[in-house]
Every structure is written in structure tokens, then in C-alpha cells.
């Protein structure tokens, strides 16, 4: 039997013998007072420049402390409380071998990189001390730096691509929400047939409810009338109960069914209120979009407005430009007046009610002295000025940066526009949502007298088929079908006058008169049947800009009356021959024509005299430059009814017989 296991005596705990690093281990650099260099005066000035320059960067002259460091040093102190005093180190040798930092500026200074440092305060000095004793010295401090964004004609620049990205978030969403709320109207009548199903569903199985609540027991169990005592009457029971079992079968059908119409039309509702929720959150995105517009419109001052309103105008000429010109110059003058006084137009809802203005506004009254809303006085120097809202004075100003600008028949910007596109633009980028078309407008506008006429109202003309802004001095500016591009016009035959910044009327605005001048939508003309002056505008043959040009095809423009013209040709071309119509020249710039006439001396016009430099002639193909051809003939009977015509000279038996060459009219020479 092994002897038992003494367990061996423990060993008395002695304290553990703290290990001597090696000295060279431990070696540092010496930093006794012998190898500190004193500073000059040089040197010390620099030190406190140096300084001085930390200080004003936000730095500390304190190194900052170690990470950890406080932790050790806590630890450190926790674990020598706990060792007896035999084994603490001296104090005198802890202070020896942890010397007390030096100030920041000896460290910086010691005599290790103490060349070095000289040269960085020197460099301090020069770059920090000598400008700001140049500042202090300078009769006249320097003016401080100009704000991002305060100058009125950059402010201006990046307000009309902000408030031009706005308006084609807004014209997406007006699409987007037209689609919401087709799938709406099908939601809401797939719910209703739905639920006509399901109503008649459970009118079956009601009927088949009564019918069973009114039969007798052995109506609803033939079987009962089972006698063993009449076996003649057995057959005709057995097939009542066959009867009665089918028709039992069918009331389990009908309630099936019923129950299933049920839960279609429950689905139906279900996608009505997500269509509806759909349309819902459309309409509040296009609101929220508005409402953020119109915040950032009234923060605008008059001077950039003023600035806002001469950005991507396109020259127009002779006369017209003359009169966009003074018009464009009467109103930067109002917004100068306002600049100068320092008055800032209110948003349009603190000037809704005249009895309740800003302070320092006043209302403006009519001449029979009602007061007008939507407008309020204030005083520039001396005299009393006419404030319009913030909105009015944007959507003005967006307008007046339109002029030039061809119209296109259903445009609405940026490139063309027509006469409702334009309002609904100009409008659209000052925070209010407009329809499309000018009888819409007027039908939801609220109306004003004619006595209370004001800048950026709505004036209707032609049984409301046309529609410009007013401007003041009995002008108005607007996409004109008979001018063929946005400019200023004379006020004639106005019906109707609404104010966009007002509530809308509860109910639509009765139609106005019917139009007697016989023109189309914007004021267009009839197509010509005559004569027609190929000065167009007062631009040269061939100089006409192509700013001021409709396109027709790829590469191809004309005057816009030809382009809409053209259009409609073409239009119909296409659905008689199922492809669309071939074009090869229209407007032909007179550098254009130099070329050509180079090129094809007999053929083309002397540079200067073609009719391809007016913009109203066009060379086709496709058939139609084949004299005789089915596509030649369907021009000569229909190109008419859209302003087409073929000259004589270029007919059969002209003096120079081109089949393929039409004009807007007859050109007057």
C-alpha cells in the first residue's frame, strides 16, 4: 500500500524583488541646466509670437495629456498602497528617474532641435506678426469678404435654374398624378362593380333564405311524407327529396359565391384606398413643392428680381424690341424704387386682407376708394409706391425673361410656349399652380374689376382663348399666336380679369362673351389664303436667329405660324400614308444660302433672295418631289387647308418646275 501523500509546506510569501531595468535601457538624453541655450531677444519675441499665433488658432500652449495616463497613475498608486514599505521605491529615486516635464516652450527649445524650432518662430513671425502690424498700420481696414450668394446677379442666376428645376419637379408631378388618378377612377369602378356583385350575390342567397323560412317541414324534408301505408306516393317523394337536396346544394353555392363577391369587393376597396392614398400623397407633394417656392421666393430681394428678369431673354426686332425693351425697363425701375426704400414684399397671404396689412403697409384703394386686395402701399422717400406680394413680383419677372421666345401651339416652356403655357410657367415658378389651358384659368381664378387692374393679373381676351400678364400702362406680356413669339403687346378687347395671389371662387366662373375677332387659341390667325409679307419680325432674309424659330423635324425650323402649319400637314400626310412626311430644307441661314449657291450656281437663289431665308418654304421628298406622284397629288388638293402652297414658277410648266418645293402662303416679292 503506497504511503499517503503529505502535502509539502507552503512556502512563506516574500516580497517580490523589484526587477533593475538595465541602465542603458533606460538612458535618455541629459537636460541639465548646463545644456540649455538662453534665449535672445530675437528668439523670445519669436517664442511669443509663435505663441500668440497658437492661440489665435484655437491651440493650447498645454500639450494635451497622454492617453491613459491617468489610469496608469492610478493603478500604479492603488498597487503601492498594497506593498508594505520595504518595497516601495524611494522617493528621492522615483523623482530622480521621473523628472518633472518642462514647460512647453523648453521642450520646444531644448537643445536637441533647438536650431530648429528658432527657425519655425522665425517663420511665424514673418508670416503672423508682420501682416497683422501692416493691418494695424493701414489707414483704411481691408473690406471684409463678400457672402457667398449676396450678389444680386448670381443670386439671380442660381434662383432661375432653382426655381426652373422646381417647375419641372412640379410639371412631373401634375403628370405623375394625372396616371394616380386614372388608376383611381378604375380603382373606385372596379369597386363598384365589385360591389354590385357582391349585393347581388347575397340578394340570391336572401331569397334562398326566405324561400327556406316560409317551407313547411315537409317542403324542406320530402322524406317525412314517407308512408308505409302508400308506397304508391313513395316515388314522388324520393324526387322531392332530390329536389329539395339540389336545391339545398345551391343555397351552399350561393352563399359561397356570396361570400367570395364579398371579399372581391372588400380587395376592391382595399386598392380604391391605396389609389386614394396614391393620389393623396401626389397632391401633398406637389403642395409642399409649391409652398417651398413660394418660402424661397419671398426671401428674394427687389434687386435680384430685378436681375431675374433679364436672364435668357432673346432679342426680338425693330419695333417689338422697343417696346419689350421700355416695358422691361419700367418695371426694373419699380423694383429699384423698392431696393432704394428698402421695402421687401410681403408673401401674398399677408396681403389678402386689406384690414389686416404689416406694419408700415397700408391698402391701396380703386378710384371710388374701395380697397383692393392683394396689393398694399408703403412709402419710398416721399411718395407713396404700390407694393405687389413676393409671388406677383417673381412670376413678373420669370415672365419677362421669357421675351423673345417662339410660340408653339400647346408649348410650355422652357424652349416655346403658348399664350396659357407661358402664364402657367411664370406663375408655376412663384409658387402657384395653374391649369394648362387658358379657360381653366380663367374658370378657376378669382375674378377682379377692371378698376382694381393690377401687375401680374390675368387678362382673357377672345372668349378667354387667349390670356396675357398685365403689366401696367395698358400693356400686357404674353405668348401671342399673331406675333409668333412672347413680347409686349397693347391691351385690346379684355373680357375677363383674374387675380392668381387671391382664393379661388367657390364656385367656376361663368364663360365669358364669345370671341368676335375670329382668331384661334392665343390669338393665331387664320391660316392664309393670300398674300402673306415674308418680313417677319423685321429680321433680313436669312438672319432671322434660330432662337426665334419653331422646330419642325430634326435639323429643320421655320417660322413658327409655318411651323404650326407644317405640323398639321404633316400630321395629316402621315395618317393618309401611314409614314411620315420626308423633308430635306426649310430655313436656310444665309451663310447657308452662300454655300448652296456655290455648290449649285442655276439652281439656287442669289444668297439673300431665297425663300428658304424667310423661314416659310420647305424642299420635301418621300414621293412628293415626284411631279404626278399619289404624294405630289394629295398635296395639291389638301397642302392648302394648312397654309401650303406650291408658287407657279415651281409648278408643272413653271419656269423652273421644283415638285417638291412649298410655301407658307404667297409670298409677297
Not at 421666393?297 to 433679364?310: C, K, N, R, S
Not at 422652357?414 to 379657360?439: K, R, V
Not at 413658327?560 to 407644317?566: E, F, I, R
Not at 450656281?601 to 421628298?621: F, I, K
Amino acid at each position: 500500500m503506497p504511503a499517503p501523500r503529505t502535502p509539502a509546506p507552503r512556502a512563506t510569501r516574500t516580497a517580490r524583488p523589484t526587477a533593475t531595468r538595465p541602465t542603458a535601457a533606460r538612458s535618455t538624453p541629459a537636460r541639465s541646466s548646463a545644456t540649455r541655450t538662453p534665449l535672445t531677444a530675437q528668439e523670445a519675441a519669436a517664442l511669443r509670437a509663435l505663441l500668440a499665433a497658437r492661440a489665435a488658432a484655437g491651440q493650447t500652449t498645454t500639450p494635451p495629456a497622454r492617453t491613459g495616463g491617468t489610469a496608469r497613475t492610478t493603478t500604479a498608486r492603488k498597487s503601492t498602497a498594497g506593498r508594505s514599505s520595504s518595497t516601495r521605491r524611494p522617493a528621492a529615486r522615483s523623482a530622480k528617474r521621473r523628472p518633472a516635464r518642462p514647460p512647453a516652450w523648453r521642450r520646444l527649445l531644448a537643445a536637441s532641435d533647438v536650431r530648429h524650432w528658432k527657425r519655425r518662430a522665425l517663420v511665424v513671425a514673418v508670416g503672423v506678426v508682420l501682416p497683422v502690424l501692416a493691418g494695424a498700420l493701414s489707414p483704411t481696414p481691408p473690406a471684409p469678404a463678400t457672402a457667398a450668394g449676396t450678389d444680386p446677379a448670381g443670386l439671380a442666376v442660381t434662383t432661375h435654374q432653382s426655381l426652373a428645376d422646381s417647375a419641372a419637379r412640379y410639371r412631373w408631378l401634375q403628370q405623375d398624378l394625372v396616371g394616380r388618378r386614372d388608376a383611381l377612377a378604375r380603382a373606385e369602378a372596379a369597386e363598384a362593380q365589385a360591389r354590385a356583385a357582391a349585393e347581388a350575390a347575397q340578394a340570391v342567397v336572401g331569397d334562398g333564405a326566405a324561400d327556406l323560412y316560409r317551407m313547411t317541414p315537409e317542403e324542406r324534408t320530402p322524406l317525412l311524407a314517407l308512408d308505409v301505408h302508400a308506397p304508391g306516393t313513395a316515388a314522388d317523394v324520393l324526387w322531392l327529396q332530390g329536389v329539395a337536396e339540389r336545391t339545398d346544394a345551391q343555397r351552399d353555392v350561393d352563399v359561397v359565391r356570396a361570400a367570395r363577391a364579398q371579399q372581391a369587393a372588400t380587395a376592391a376597396a382595399t386598392a380604391t384606398l391605396a389609389a386614394q392614398v396614391a393620389v393623396d400623397a401626389g397632391v401633398a407633394e406637389s403642395e409642399a413643392l409649391l409652398a417651398d417656392v413660394r418660402a424661397r421666393v419671398a426671401e428674394l430681394t427687389p434687386a435680384t428680381t430685378a436681375q431675374l428678369a433679364v436672364l435668357g431673354a432673346v432679342p426680338a426686332a425693330a419695333e417689338q424690341q422697343e417696346r419689350n425693351a421700355s416695358a422691361l425697363r419700367r418695371w426694373q425701375d419699380y423694383l429699384g424704387t423698392l431696393a432704394a426704400a428698402g421695402v421687401q414684399p410681403p408673401p401674398a397671404a399677408a396681403l389678402a386682407d386689406p384690414g389686416d396689412l404689416p406694419a408700415g403697409f397700408s391698402p391701396a384703394l380703386d378710384p371710388v376708394g374701395a380697397p383692393i386686395p392683394g396689393i398694399a402701399v408703403a412709402v419710398a422717400g416721399n411718395r407713396p409706391v404700390t407694393v405687389l406680394p413676393a409671388e406677383t413680383v417673381a412670376a413678373v419677372s420669370v415672365a419677362f425673361a421669357q421675351l423673345g421666345r417662339p410660340y408653339a401651339v400647346g408649348g410650355t416652356g422652357p424652349d416655346a410656349y403658348d399664350c396659357s403655357g407661358l402664364t402657367a410657367a411664370a406663375w408655376m415658378q412663384a409658387g402657384f399652380g395653374l391649369p394648362t389651358s387658358a379657360g381653366d384659368q380663367w374658370r378657376t381664378g378669382a375674378p377682379v374689376p377692371a378698376s382694381q387692374l393690377q401687375i401680374g393679373d390675368l387678362v382673357f381676351t377672345d372668349g378667354g382663348a387667349d390670356v396675357a400678364l398685365y403689366l401696367g400702362e395698358g400693356q400686357v406680356l404674353g405668348a401671342s399666336g399673331a406675333g409668333w413669339a412672347v413680347g409686349v403687346r397693347v391691351m385690346t378687347g379684355a373680357t375677363g380679369t383674374v387675380r392668381v395671389t387671391l382664393p379661388a371662387p367657390a364656385e367656376p366662373n361663368p364663360p365669358l362673351p364669345a370671341s368676335v375677332s375670329g382668331n384661334s387659341a392665343c390669338g393665331t390667325p387664320p391660316v392664309p389664303v393670300g398674300p402673306v409679307r415674308p418680313e417677319w419680325g423685321g429680321f433680313g432674309n436669312g438672319r432671322i436667329p434660330t432662337s426665334a424659330l419653331c422646330p419642325i423635324a430634326p435639323s429643320h425650323a421655320l417660322r413658327c405660324d409655318a411651323a404650326a402649319g407644317y405640323t398639321a400637314l404633316a400630321d395629316a400626310f402621315a395618317r393618309t400614308f401611314g409614314r411620315p412626311m420626308c423633308i430635306t430644307d426649310s430655313y436656310r441661314s444665309f451663310a447657308a444660302q452662300v454655300s448652296a449657291f456655290r455648290a449649285k450656281p442655276r439652281l439656287a437663289a442669289v444668297p439673300g433672295t431665297s425663300n428658304h431665308g424667310w423661314a416659310l418654304a420647305v424642299d420635301l421628298c418621300g414621293g412628293v418631289n415626284h411631279g404626278g406622284s399619289a404624294e405630289w397629288r394629295w398635296m395639291t388638293a389638301n397642302a392648302g387647308r394648312f397654309g401650303f402652297v406650291q408658287p407657279d414658277w415651281a409648278g408643272p410648266g413653271g419656269e423652273k418646275p421644283e415638285p417638291w418645293h412649298w410655301e407658307f402662303g404667297h409670298l409677297l416679292d
